[in-house]
């Protein structure tokens, strides 16, 4: 079974930069799809971003230019980068990883909130 630690959120006003972290307790180079997902109140959880093992990174049109997956290959962790939240930007978000290799399994992080104050 696979941990998934997340840090990285809180309260920040409209504008303002967040920086969102996952360490799963087997080394990431173990995952073939690593992403963000977010789930407001009263609404679907949503896919934020995701970076594939190739190096290819999707974004959801609505943090496109804000949001970036940064890829480090030296750390550990998935990251969220995010500035110039919006209010709507407020959510919890969750890191979702996806083994390499056979039997291919999902983990979920237990979820970060994000509040955006306009």
């Known amino acids: 079974q696979v941990q998934l630690v997340e840090s990285g959120g809180g309260l920040v006003q409209a504008g303002g930069s967040l920086t969102l972290s996952c360490t799963p307790s087997?080394?990431?180079?173990?995952?073939?799809?690593r992403s963000w997902y977010r789930q407001a109140p009263g609404k679907q959880r949503e896919l934020v971003a995701t970076l594939f093992i190739n190096g290819t990174k999707n974004y959801v049109d609505s943090v496109k230019g804000r949001f970036t997956i940064p890829t480090d290959h030296d750390r550990n962790t998935l990251e969220l980068q995010m500035k110039s939240l919006k209010p709507e930007d407020t959510a919890v978000y969750f890191c979702?990883?996806?083994?390499?290799?056979?039997?291919?399994?999902?983990?979920w992080g237990p979820g970060t909130q994000v509040t955006v104050s306009s």
């Open positions: 979702y990883l996806e083994t390499r290799t056979y039997p291919y399994r999902a983990y």
């Open positions: 087997r080394g990431i180079y173990n995952f073939r799809t």
